[in-house]
C-alpha cells in the first residue's frame, strides 16, 4: 500500500526526517509513535502530499505521490492535528462540501453523507454550526470528512489529543470501528492508544526510525527478566510506555549500561 | 471546473454566513447613495462619471477587507492543510476563491445599477458611456480583488494581508501623481501603471485594447503568483 524510500526533509538548515524508509501493506494499522517535534507531522504532511519531500518518493498503491499526487490524494483520508474545520459552516454544509471537493459524484453524495453522519454518530448534529460544538464532535466531523470518500488509507494525525476521557474513548472506539476496512496510520504519543489499536509501531526520533516492529514482537523483545535494584528477582514485560521513555529518555542513552538497561536483557530488535 | 465553481459556492456561502458580507454591503450602499445624489444635485447632469470616480476611491478601501480572509484564514485555521490534501489542483483552489469574491463584489455592483435606472428615467444619459463605465469599474474591481487574493496568499495574519493590498492598490491608484517627476519613457510606464489613466478611458466611453489588456494581464500576474504562493509550502 505506502512504499517510502529515502524520504528526508529540510526546513532551511533544519532537518526535520533523515532517511526514512518503510512498507505499510494493505489492512496494516500502524502507530507513529514519537515526541512532540519528532518529525510524525512532517512524515504524515508528505504521506498525504500537503508538503513535498527534500528527497526521497512515496509510493501508494505504487504511484509516486510527487508525480501523481491527484491521484494518490483520492486515496488518501487525513485528519491533521487540528481538525480542518470551516467554524461557520453547519456540519450538513462541510461535509457536502467536503464531498464535493473530495470528487464523489453527484448521485452518490448523499448516500455517502448518510453513511459518515451515521459512522461517525453526527446525525442529531448536522443542522448545527460547527464553532458550536465541543471539541469531541468537531474532532468526529474532522473523521467524518477523512472517510466521506471511502478512502483505502486513513491518516491521523493525533486525533484524541485534547479530549476529555469520555470524549477520547468515543472518539477511540470511532477509530476501532473504522480500521476494519482500511489501512490507517496513526500518530500519537499517548501510548495506550497505540496499544489498544494498532498492530505495528514506527518510532521516530529526531526525524529517524528508531524502531520499526509490530506491537506483539516488541512487547516481547523487550521483557524484563533479571534483578531490580532491591535485588529482588523479578519477571515481566515492559509497556509501551516503558519502551518509549527507555528510548527517550537522555539519560538512559548516556548511560546504557545502568539499572534500566541491564534488566532489559532480551531484546532482540 | 465543478471544483472551481464548489470552492466558489463555498467562497460566497462562506461570506454570507458572517457579518463581513452584509455590513460591506450595507456601507458601500450607503457611501454610494449619500454620492451619488450629492453628485446628481451638484452636476445637473445624467452622467454617472463622477460617480464611477468615486467607486473606484471607495473600492480601494473595501476589496481588502473582502480579501484579506482568503488564504490568511484558511492558513491560521488549518483549513488550508484540508484544501490541499483534497485531490483538488492549486489553480483550481485560487480560481474558486477568486470566483467566489469576484461574484460577490459583481452582486455589490449590480446594487448600484438603480443609479442607471434613475437617471434614465429623469433624462437621457449616454448609455454606451455608461455601460463602458461599468465594465471599466468591474473590471477594476476584479484587478483590485487578484491584489487582495494576492496577499492573502503571504500570509496567515488578516490584518498584514489588508495593510499588504492597501500598500499595493494606493501605489497603482496615485501613481499618476509622480508622473511630473519623470519624462520620456519612464513617465509613459507609470501612465501605463495607473489604474486612475485606464479607468478614466472607460468612464469617458473609451474602451482600448491597451486598457483591457492592463486590468487582464494584471489579473493574470496576480492569480499566477498567488498560485506560487500557495505551492510554496514554507509558510507553514
Known amino acids: 500500500m505506502i512504499i517510502t524510500k529515502n524520504i528526508s526533509k529540510n526546513f532551511g538548515s533544519f532537518q526535520a526526517l533523515s532517511d526514512v524508509s518503510f512498507e505499510i501493506n ?13 518529525g510524525k507531522t512532517t512524515l504524515m504532511r508528505i504521506l498525504t502530499s500537503f508538503l513535498p519531500a527534500s528527497t526521497g518518493t512515496v509510493l501508494i498503491d505504487g504511484i509516486d505521490t510527487a508525480k501523481h499526487s491527484l491521484i ?10 487540528t481538525p480542518p474545520l470551516y467554524l461557520n459552516m453547519t456540519v450538513k454544509d462541510y461535509l457536502k462540501f467536503a464531498a464535493e471537493i473530495k470528487g464523489i459524484p453527484a448521485k452518490n453524495r448523499r448516500r455517502q453523507f448518510d453513511s459518515v453522519m451515521a459512522e461517525c454518530q453526527l446525525e442529531h448534529m448536522a443542522g448545527k454550526t460547527i464553532a458550536t460544538l465541543s471539541k469531541g464532535y468537531k474532532q468526529r466531523v474532522g473523521i467524518a470528512q477523512a472517510i466521506i470518500h471511502e478512502p483505502k488509507l486513513l491518516i491521523l494525525d493525533e486525533p484524541t489529543s485534547g479530549l476529555d476521557p469520555i470524549q477520547n474513548l468515543q472518539v ?24 489498544h489499536i494498532a498492530q505495528r509501531v514506527l518510532m521516530i526520533k529526531s526525524g529517524k526510525i528508531i524502531i520499526d516492529e509490530s506491537l506483539d514482537s516488541l512487547m516481547r523483545s523487550y521483557s524484563i527478566d533479571g534483578n531490580n535494584s532491591k535485588g529482588n528477582s523479578q519477571s515481566r514485560e515492559m509497556n509501551l510506555e516503558d519502551i518509549f521513555i527507555h ?8 548511560q546504557e549500561n545502568d539499572d534500566m538497561d541491564s534488566s532489559v536483557v532480551n531484546h532482540n530488535g | 471546473m465543478d471544483k472551481i465553481y464548489f470552492i466558489a459556492k463555498k467562497e460566497l456561502l462562506t461570506y454570507f454566513k458572517s457579518p463581513i458580507a452584509y455590513i460591506t454591503l450595507v456601507l458601500s450602499i450607503s457611501i454610494f447613495n449619500v454620492f451619488f445624489f450629492i453628485i446628481i444635485d451638484q452636476n445637473r447632469e445624467v452622467s454617472l462619471r463622477d460617480v464611477f470616480h468615486v467607486m473606484e476611491f471607495m ?17 491560521s485555521s488549518g483549513t488550508m492543510e484540508f484544501l490541499m490534501t483534497a485531490p483538488v489542483t492549486n489553480m483550481a483552489i485560487v480560481l474558486g476563491k477568486y470566483l467566489g469574491v469576484l461574484v460577490f463584489f459583481s452582486i455589490l455592483l449590480s446594487f448600484t445599477l438603480i443609479y442607471f435606472a434613475i437617471i434614465e428615467f429623469f433624462g437621457s444619459p449616454d448609455r454606451a458611456t455608461v455601460v463602458s463605465g461599468y465594465i471599466g469599474v468591474w473590471l477594476e474591481g476584479a484587478f483590485f480583488i487578484a491584489v487582495g487574493m494576492m496577499t492573502s496568499s503571504w500570509t496567515r495574519n488578516q490584518i498584514i494581508a489588508a495593510m499588504m493590498s492597501y500598500v499595493i492598490l494606493f501605489l497603482l491608484y496615485f501613481l499618476i501623481n509622480f508622473t511630473k517627476y519623470f519624462s520620456g519613457e519612464a513617465e509613459t510606464l507609470i501612465q501605463y501603471m495607473s489604474t486612475l489613466t485606464h479607468l478614466e478611458h472607460f468612464i469617458v466611453g473609451v474602451i482600448t485594447v491597451g486598457d483591457l489588456v492592463y486590468y487582464l494581464s494584471g489579473i493574470f500576474i496576480c ?9 510554496n509550502r514554507m509558510f507553514k
Open chain 1, 72 to 81: 494518490t490524494r483520492k486515496k488518501i483520508g487525513y485528519l491533521p492535528e
Open chain 2, 223 to 231: 492569480i499566477v503568483f498567488t498560485r506560487l504562493s500557495i505551492e
Open chain 2, 59 to 75: 473600492f480601494l478601501f473595501l476589496v481588502p477587507i473582502m480579501t484579506m480572509r482568503l488564504f490568511s484564514e484558511e492558513k
Open chain 1, 172 to 195: 477511540r472506539n470511532l477509530i476501532k470501528n473504522l480500521k476494519d476496512q482500511r489501512t490507517v496510520i496513526i500518530s500519537t504519543h499517548i501510548l495506550s492508544e497505540i496499544e
Open chain 1, 26 to 38: 494493505k489492512g496494516e494499522i500502524v502507530g507513529f509513535l514519537g515526541t512532540n517535534g519528532a
Open chain 1, 247 to 254: 528510548h527517550h529518555s537522555d539519560k538512559n542513552k548516556d
